[in-house]
């Protein structure tokens, strides 16, 4: 068993291609998504229908990030002009049963022993309706704490992190290097946070996405890989400057793409 685990997709068709292309050559067989499959990017249904062929072809687990939730629930006044303007634009471009598959996600999906004991959610475990950030180490214990699954995988962060606490409260973190395989010894617990697939934000504009396998027992360790993929990213500027959105707000998702910052 080989999961891919993809988050914050954002509505980049051709991040998301790369990435899908890269975890098969990889013999990915079990994959896992963890949210924001809509906003910020030029091509949300296409996006949307690839979620949902891998859930109905290949059991994917999925799970609601907060801009899908904002999606599915409309705009208000409230918000921000240029955040109102996105949400209206990527809901036109959506069908009514894109959205209805939206408001449908859970918040969060828990597997069993046999599948590696792994808690999938968008942003923490111990609110995930809340959207706070891991943004270091006491939220991810906290995170770790609320649900003892041996392994969570969180989004929302776009910067890949690597986090474990064990048995006696000690906990620690890494800044993970690409394409290193990890084990995750078996006598702690471990948040990961593979990064952005579709609007990294470390510098680096290459898509991210992190492979595991689980360890055949409760004893035996599991592995994981944090991946980087290249992909071309000028078209993915380009589709966004096709679209209707308002000038500034693409040139400002436009840089994004371009610095992974």
Known sequence: MLWAVISDLHANR?????VLANARQQGATHYALLGDFVGYGADPGWVLDQVIDLVRHHGAVVVRGNHDEAVAAGSHAQMHPDARAVIDWTRAQLSE?????????????????????????HANAYNPAGWDYVQGRAEAVQSLLAVPARVQFCGHMHEPMLFHVSGTGKAGDFHPQADVLMPLPAHRQWLAIPGSCGQPRDGNPAACYAL??????????AQLRFMRVPYDV?????????????????QRLARRLQTGE
């Open 14 to 18: 051709q991040a998301l291609e790369a």
């Open 97 to 121: 049963a894109q959205l209805s598959f939206l408001k449908e996600l859970p918040l969060s999906v828990r597997t069993g022993p046999e599948a590696g004991d792994c808690l999938f959610v």
């Open 212 to 221: 595991f396998k689980p360890g055949t027992s409760p004893q035996e360790d």
């Open 234 to 250: 000028e078209a993915a500027v380009a589709a966004l400057h096709a679209t209707a959105m308002p000038a500034e707000v693409v």
